[in-house]
């Protein structure tokens, strides 16, 4: 599979690449954040991947960290030159906060994903009009352009799924996701048939929790694995949606955890003939007296 390396891909190589230089220094965050004049926060920041990177700050870590050879100075200096190039979504700046950038770069970027959702469609699977429906139910204040816009940067995201080669999907949905009607019976029955076109996709497998199945692993909440084609480089990662900003994980403990989770779901829920029957019987039990 051909690696997708963007800008959001390279900050957290680069960070990985300056936490294991830091720990063979024998350093800890705290003594790294006086080389730079900083906090042991923005240390974090940095070898998690969630900021643009200074040519002066990675140059002085190097020197704390005592990397002297020239060639090996020069690559990591490269790789921060390249963590400034800008993606596709920073143009939605206006509509979407910092937090929810770096998300849509590394989803942009990734070779798998994998996404357990309790209440509604996931972002990569929805139609223009569901998301629309989503959005002003979620922010009634924003003006009508900008939700357009918003819509459109969702739209954007699934150019993804168009890739070659294209990321593989695993989504694996709560009935409630599936039942629960969202801008009316028309928008509602439009996204469900979407739902079994994509499900037919070789990359793309779709599976719903039944409400027959009570408590299940992810009663905890939504949430959203992303591996990346060079692993070993470029870590997996756990997503976390929150009202107001985001939790990323990337500790291996962690990780490990909802990788666990995931696999759980996945043997709980329906496989995926079943689970396109689901979908087909609550498409055709849409109410059109429904109001949205």
């Known amino acids: 599979m051909a ?8 900050r957290r190589r680069l960070g990985v690449e300056l936490r294991r230089l830091r720990e063979a220094a024998g350093l ?14 923005k ?12 040519a002066i700050d990675v140059s002085d870590l190097l020197h704390a960290y005592g990397i002297t050879d020239d060639a090996r100075r020069e690559a990591v ?3 921060a030159k390249e963590t400034r190039q800008q993606g596709w979504w920073h143009t939605y ?19 798998h994903i994998a996404t357990f959702e309790m209440l509604l469609v996931p972002g990569l699977l929805q139609t223009a009009d569901y ?18 816009r918003a819509v459109d940067l969702r739209l954007g995201r699934q150019k993804a799924l168009a890739a070659d080669p294209p990321p593989q999907l695993w989504a694996i949905l709560d009935e409630a996701a599936v039942r629960r009607v969202v801008g009316g019976p028309t928008v509602t029955r439009a996204q469900l048939a979407h739902l079994i076109e994509m499900s037919r996709r070789p990359e793309i497998t779709i599976q719903v929790l039944p409400f027959r ?23 997996e990662i756990v997503y976390i949606d929150q009202a107001t900003g985001s939790l990323y994980l990337d500790r291996p403990a962690d990780v490990s955890q909802y990788r666990e989770r995931m696999d759980r779901l996945r043997a ?13 019987d609550a498409m055709e039990g849409v109410d059109d007296d429904h109001n949205p």
């Open 268 to 280: 709980s829920a329906h496989d995926e003939d079943a689970s396109r029957r689901l979908i087909v």
């Open 3 to 10: 690696a997708r390396s963007g800008p959001t891909v390279r």
């Open 28 to 41: 800890t965050a705290a003594e790294a954040a006086k080389a730079i004049r900083g906090s042991e926060a």
């Open 213 to 235: 199945l009570g408590a299940h692993a992810g009663m905890g909440g939504s949430f959203i694995l992303l591996g990346f084609p060079d692993g070993d480089n470029t870590p």
């Open 93 to 111: 700046g206006d509509v979407v906060p910092r937090w929810f950038e770096v998300y849509v770069g590394l989803e942009a970027e990734a070779s």
């Open 77 to 79: 200096l490269a790789l």
């Open 131 to 148: 998301a629309r429906a989503v959005m002003q139910a979620a922010t009634p204040l924003l003006a009508d352009a900008e939700i357009d």
């Open 43 to 54: 240390i974090s920041r940095m070898e998690n991947g969630l900021v643009s990177f200074r």
